[in-house]
């Protein structure tokens, strides 16, 4: 089991920047993939940004490529995704999950999930 604790989300104004953090905890994340995806209003959920625990390969959704950067931190068991050039259409319940398999990009693999956090961006 792998619990998953996100923070970080909030408002914030186009063009503007927010790092959301995960913190995991109950079980070794050597082999795991860690990512991000997010659900905006009526919309699917979508793959935004995964990284390998292990070996630090990282993947990025097409929308966000260039401004989203996530990152590991092994000290804390953390994994931060920092977000620039924010715009509306990013707004959505960002939700920090992980896939015993390791990076893949469909949502199906990941077992564990956390609460979700969100994040609005105004125009």
């Known amino acids: 089991q792998v619990q998953l604790i996100e923070s970080g989300g909030g408002l914030v104004q186009a063009g503007g920047s927010l790092r959301l953090s995960c913190e995991a905890s109950g079980r070794t994340l050597d082999g795991l993939g860690l990512a991000w995806f997010r659900q905006g209003l009526g919309s699917d959920r979508e793959f935004v940004a995964g990284?390998?625990?292990?070996?630090?390969?990282?993947s990025y959704g097409y929308s966000v490529k260039g401004r989203f950067t996530i990152s590991r931190e092994h000290s804390k068991n953390a994994v931060h995704l920092d977000m620039n050039n924010l715009k509306p259409e990013d707004t959505a319940v960002y939700y920090c999950?992980?896939?015993?398999?390791?990076?893949?990009?469909?949502?199906?693999?990941?077992?564990?999930w956390g609460q979700g956090t969100q994040v609005t961006v105004s125009s």
């Open positions: 990284i390998s625990w292990r070996y630090g390969v990282t």
């Open positions: 999950a992980a896939d015993p398999g390791g990076l893949r990009t469909g949502q199906s693999t990941y077992e564990w």
